[in-house]
């Protein structure tokens, strides 16, 4: 089965723009979570998507927005860049909600510049 | 909030040493506790989760942890060191009233010595 892949690896933007980023979990899979990887902040819970609703929501400012397809494929987008945005963002898919195990995808690594 | 704590940011290990990475968490509740390794340019491998079926849970690679209510700790520990153990390790709470969410510790990177 295949893992949790993510579109694109490697992002170069300018601050100001806005970016989406492609989360496709593991067949089956019907939650996915993202989150931030920052050297300074460490891995952070940004939201978590299942059946298409969002579910949970950590503490990210309202540029941080997600959406969940009914295939289960998720996307989420980032306006107005700013340089602190430069971060890996990792997607997780687990089967159903309930402290499930959750699978990671190789993220995508996003730099502002 | 809960919250998860890893002891040192950096280890080092001789390889063949035992390698000892240390977890304590804050929670109220009974909470599920996770182990996760990345490797450089990586995302995250679970190595090994605790759901409260028995305390000392085993995982992949050798590695396994044992839960202590008492000290609300959850100490990753693996026998003998590999070269290939060389990687950073994140520790994990999840609480059933947060779905799927995982609050992540520090993490600690593992350095392993010829």
């Known amino acids: 089965k295949a893992g949790v892949t993510q579109t694109p690896r490697y992002l170069i933007k300018t601050r100001g723009q806005q970016v989406t980023l492609s989360c496709s979990p593991i067949?089956?899979?019907?939650?996915v979570s993202w989150y931030q990887q920052t050297p300074g902040q460490g891995l952070q819970f940004l939201f978590e998507?299942?059946?298409?609703?969002?579910?949970n929501k950590g503490n990210f400012p309202g540029r941080f927005s997600g959406r969940q397809f009914s295939n289960s494929r998720s996307e989420m987008n980032v306006s107005t860049l700013e340089l602190g945005d430069s971060a890996l963002y990792l997607c997780?898919?687990?089967?159903?909600?309930?402290?499930?195990?959750?699978?990671f995808g190789p993220g995508t690594r996003l730099l502002v510049l | 909030a809960q919250s998860v704590t890893q002891l040192g940011s950096h280890v080092s290990v001789s390889e063949g040493a035992l390698v000892l990475l240390r977890c304590n968490y804050s929670?109220?509740?009974?909470?599920?506790l996770f182990w996760y390794v990345q490797y450089p340019n990586q995302g995250l491998q679970l190595l090994l989760k605790?759901?409260?079926?028995?305390?000392l849970v085993k995982g992949i690679n050798g590695f396994e942890a044992e839960f202590k209510k008492s000290e609300t700790s959850f100490h990753l520990t693996k026998p003998s060191a590999h070269m290939s153990d060389a990687a950073e390790y994140f520790c994990?709470?999840?609480?059933?009233?947060?779905?799927?969410?995982?609050?992540f510790g520090g993490g600690t990177r593992v350095l392993v010595k010829p």
């Open positions: 997780a898919s687990s089967f159903k909600r309930g402290r499930e195990t959750q699978y």
């Open positions: 067949s089956g899979h019907r939650s």
């Open positions: 998507y299942f059946s298409e609703t969002q579910r």
């Open positions: 929670s109220s509740v009974p909470p599920y």
């Open positions: 605790y759901t409260s079926a028995a305390t």
């Open positions: 994990a709470v999840s609480e059933e009233a947060a779905g799927n969410k995982l609050t």
